[in-house]
C-alpha cells in the first residue's frame, strides 16, 4: 500500500483555500497523524481522499494509480481498501440496526470474505460479527443492542469494528476520539494501536489534539489554515528546528 499526494489544493470558493499546496506519502503500515486547529482544513483532506469531494489541482495517487474523483470504476476499487472513521459515530451507526448487522454492513458486499484476523472455523455471519465485536472489546452478549443502548466510547467501538471488517489497507480517522472523555479517548487509543499491529494496517489518524496524534503516530504532519507547516517523525518533535505552531501546540498541550 502507498498513498502519495502531491500538489493539492481545494477551494469552496474563489479567494478561500480549504487545501494549500499538500504534498506527503504514506507507506504500509505506518501510522500517519495529522494535527491542526479546528477549520485548518482536516475533515476536507478527509474527505478528498476518500473521494467524497472534488478537487481542481494537484494528485492523489494509491498504490501508483491516480485516484481521481471522476473516475467512479476506479473510486469503487479504491473504496474497497479504504476505509473511514468519523468523530461522530451516532450519525455513521444506523439507529434501527442492532449493532452485530451494523458491523456487518461492509462485508455484505463481499459475501464470501471472513477477516483473517479472526480465529473462526465458520461463515457464519452472527460469529462474524461477534467476533469482530469481540476483537474490539464489546462482549458477544451486546450483539443484539442497538446504538442508542451504547455510550460513546462503546459506539466508537462499533465503528472500529465495522471498518476493520473488510481489513482495508488504509484507515482514514477524522477526530475519532474527540467526543469522548479522557479515559474512553486512552482506551480507543490503545486499541488503534492494538488493531494496527494485528493487521498491519495503515492509519490516517486526524485530530487537533497533539497528544492524541503523538501517542498513536510515528509521523506527524502539522496543518494550518491550510498548509501544511511542518511534517516530522515523532523523535523529533521536542527538537528546535520545529515549525514556531508546533512548538505553541505542544505547549498549549502542556498547559492543559
Ligand atoms: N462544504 C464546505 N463549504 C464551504 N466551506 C467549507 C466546507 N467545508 C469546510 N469549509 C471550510 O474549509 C475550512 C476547513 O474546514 P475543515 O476541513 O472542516 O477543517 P477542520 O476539520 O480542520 O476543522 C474552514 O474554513 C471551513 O469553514
Ligand atoms: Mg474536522
Known sequence: ?????????????????????????????????????????????????????TYKEGSISYNGKPIAPKSRSQLREYRKSVQMIFQDSTSSLNPKLPIW???LEPLDNFKELTPSFLPLQTNNRREV???????????????????????????????IARAISIEPSLLICDEPTASLDVT?????L?????????????????????????YLCEKVMVLKNGTLVDQFSLEALYHHERHPYTKALVQAATLE
Open 184 to 188: 474512553v479517548q486512552v482506551q480507543i
Open 101 to 103: 448487522k451494523s458491523v
Open 190 to 214: 490503545q486499541l488503534l494501536k492494538e488493531l494496527q499491529k494485528t493487521t498491519n494496517m495503515t492509519i490516517l489518524f486526524i485530530s487537533h489534539d497533539i497528544r492524541a496524534v503523538t
Open 1 to 53: 500500500m502507498s498513498l502519495v499526494v502531491e500538489g493539492l489544493s481545494k477551494r469552496y470558493s474563489k479567494n478561500m483555500k480549504a487545501l494549500n499546496g499538500l504534498s506527503f506519502s504514506v507507506q504500509e503500515g505506518e501510522c500517519l497523524g495529522i494535527v491542526g486547529e479546528s477549520g485548518s482544513g482536516k475533515s476536507t483532506l478527509a474527505r478528498v481522499l476518500l473521494g467524497l469531494e
Open 129 to 159: 460479527a461477534e467476533g469482530l465485536l469481540e476483537i474490539v472489546g464489546l462482549e458477544k452478549h451486546m450483539a443484539d443492542r442497538y446504538p442508542g443502548e451504547l455510550s460513546g466510547g462503546q459506539k466508537q467501538r462499533v465503528s
